[in-house]
């Protein structure tokens, strides 16, 4: 069984950057793709991004293109979420997902979900 936590969430003001990470236990991160997602107060969960295992598929919501980036530190079985130019509309609990499927990471079905960390944009 995949466990993910997730670190790196906090209060930022806007314009600002945070780096959030996912580590694994139990699994090697390789063989699967790992998506991220997030949840604003009163709003639904929206994918934010997601990485294939191999790490040369990576696609991004529209909302994010050019601010946020992932990537993968495989040594430390661990997959970051880079964000920049944060705005106030980033603001809300962010989740890391895990799941051998690629089509599933990209619908949002992942068998393995993390408990989130809370990310806060404001002035």
């Known amino acids: 069984q995949v466990h993910l936590v997730e670190s790196g969430g906090g209060l930022v003001q806007p314009g600002g950057s945070l780096r959030l990470s996912c580590t694994a236990s139990?699994?090697?991160?390789?063989?699967?793709?790992i998506g991220w997602f997030r949840q604003a107060p009163g709003k639904e969960r929206e994918g934010v991004g997601y990485m294939g295992s191999i790490g040369n598929s990576i696609h991004y919501a529209d909302f994010v293109k050019g601010r946020f980036t992932i990537s993968r530190d495989n040594a430390k079985n661990t997959v970051f979420l880079q964000m920049n130019s944060l705005e106030p509309e980033d603001t809300g609990v962010y989740y890391c997902?895990?799941?051998?499927?690629?089509?599933?990471?990209?619908?949002?079905?992942?068998?393995?979900w993390g408990q989130g960390t809370q990310v806060t944009v404001s002035s």
């Open positions: 139990g699994v090697t991160l390789d063989y699967y793709t």
């Open positions: 997902a895990a799941d051998p499927s690629e089509d599933n990471a990209r619908m949002g079905s992942c068998s393995s």
